[in-house]
């Protein structure tokens, strides 16, 4: 596990974004622990969400020339990303978010910032059902652009309704990375090593071993 994962694991623990317990999950699952990314709804911890999705691009072999947000949650994770590149590591590019619905009036269209060109890297939450993502892809492939490859905050590593997970149905439909701050095998890797969290390795070990990929 890489420093940023385990620095960024740390941030949502301390601000619950990341909780153990038994949570029921729209899949009906009682998972072991629950992440909720929209809880770093602050100044300071979205700056600090920015710097570790531009941690993880840097670490990363992914090609691309600009970024994109999927509204709506994707609008302050891109916008953040984008800045935090720049500043952090002098790596400037543009960015583009859509509208849901789009604007007949005024500049118009369903995109705001740079037009979608050349290589495209998504930004994103997390996958779930993987619906938000497909529409992405969608509109930058309508726009004569390219998926370079998608980063989100966690990978759960679990099944959906098949024997993938909608991470791993994604990169096979389309051929394209999926990079994640840090997986649910970093999150045991992390218990491990923290006598606080010990007490969850057993749970988090079933959950992982019935619905794991």
Same mark, same amino acid.
């Given at each position: 596990m890489q420093l940023y994962q385990r620095k960024f694991i740390e941030m949502c623990l301390e601000y619950k974004v990341l909780r153990f317990g038994e949570f029921t999950l729209k899949s009906g699952r009682i998972s072991p622990y629950f992440f909720n990314a929209g809880l770093l709804n602050t100044g300071t911890s979205l700056a600090a969400l920015g710097h570790y999705y531009a941690e993880a691009i840097i670490n990363s072999t992914l090609k691309f020339n600009m !970024?994109?947000?999927? &509204? /709506?949650?994707?609008?302050? !994770?891109?916008?953040s990303t984008a800045v935090a590149l720049a500043i952090d590591f002098q790596k400037n590019y543009g960015y583009a978010f859509n509208r849901k619905e789009a604007k007949d009036h005024g500049e118009g269209g369903l995109i705001i910032g740079q037009p979608l060109t050349g290589r495209i890297l998504i930004i994103d939450d997390v996958i779930t059902a993987g619906t938000a993502i497909r529409q992405s892809i969608s509109l930058i492939t309508e726009s004569g652009a390219q998926p370079a490859g998608i980063v989100i905050a966690m990978d759960r590593q679990e099944r959906g309704t098949g024997e993938l997970s909608a991470i791993q149905e994604?990169?096979? &439909? /389309?051929?394209i990375p999926i990079v994640s701050l840090f997986k649910l095998e970093n999150l045991l890797e992390y218990t491990k090593h923290n006598v606080d969290f010990e007490k969850y390795i057993p749970a988090l070990t079933a959950y992982k071993q019935q619905y794991g990929v």
């Open positions: !970024l994109f947000g999927p &509204a /709506y949650k994707g609008i302050p !994770l891109v916008c994604i990169e096979k &439909a /389309y051929a």
